[in-house]
């Protein structure tokens, strides 16, 4: 199990817009029905998403990472160059120039490489209940909400019994 950050080039404040948000809902639900993820915690924030993940037996973390990296960024740039954005040009030139000091992206450049990956030991559960604890209050100290659960974009509603957007399995 490990807490993982995936954050936008340039701290790019891309998901502001509920459309992409709703594209990195989908593709988590999607990495849980079909390639093996199991999710136990989540937030999207306005230029990072927080997780807490692990693969079920038989599949492997990294492949899993790579797709949905890989989906993510292609999706929201083509929303982005198709659909009415009010951003557009000024993100596409952001995200074309770190693409372009890099040989192996042959356009844009969407995330950073680094995933701040920290594995999350089960002999730990401080470790555990701190990282939970910060991914469902970042939207609160933001001050987007006043409570963790008031934030649609999170799994914290899940650890308050009702139902969210992934599908989650609980650690608690």
Known sequence: MYFLTFTVIDWVDVFTRKKYK???????????QEKGLIIYAWVIMSNHV??????????QLSPIIRDFKKFIAKKIISLIENENESRKIWMLKKFEFAGKRLKRISKYKFWKDDNHAIFLDPFWPEMIDQKLDYIHNNPVKAMLVDEPYHYIFSSAIDYYGDKGLVEIELLK
């Open 50 to 59: 927080h997780v807490i993940w692990q693969a079920k037996e038989g599949f």
């Open 22 to 32: 709703l594209e990195i809902v989908d593709s988590l639900n999607y990495c849980v």
